[in-house]
């Protein structure tokens, strides 16, 4: 016998795109948690008319970006100081005009 969320889960897996609370029932995630990622640019929706759908390629892309390892990061050495002269030696006579 099945549930009703094991029936909408066979429905979703048909799919190819999918509404925000089917694309966050996929992800485990709620609702609000999909269109933070969809305003923040991680998923890119379709829009047909006035329905903002998210394809199943587009949730299998964010995926598969979360599990890829981040980009190795270079190790920055640190720029060596010389001592150079100043651009404006004191002047003797001079007081500085000062902020």
Not at 39 to 56: A, E, F, M, T, Y
């Amino acid at each position: 016998m099945r549930t009703d969320n094991n029936q909408s889960e066979d429905l979703s897996a048909d799919r190819l795109l999918l509404t925000t609370e089917e694309a966050a029932d996929v992800l485990r995630v709620g609702r609000t948690t999909v269109y933070a990622l969809t305003k923040d640019g991680h998923l890119r929706p379709v829009h047909i008319g006035r329905s903002c759908r998210i394809s199943r390629a587009e949730i299998e892309r964010y995926v598969s970006r979360l599990e890829a390892p981040p980009p190795a990061r270079h190790a920055r050495t640190r720029a060596q100081t010389v001592d150079q002269p100043a651009l404006f030696p004191p002047s003797a006579g001079r007081q500085s005009a000062g902020c």
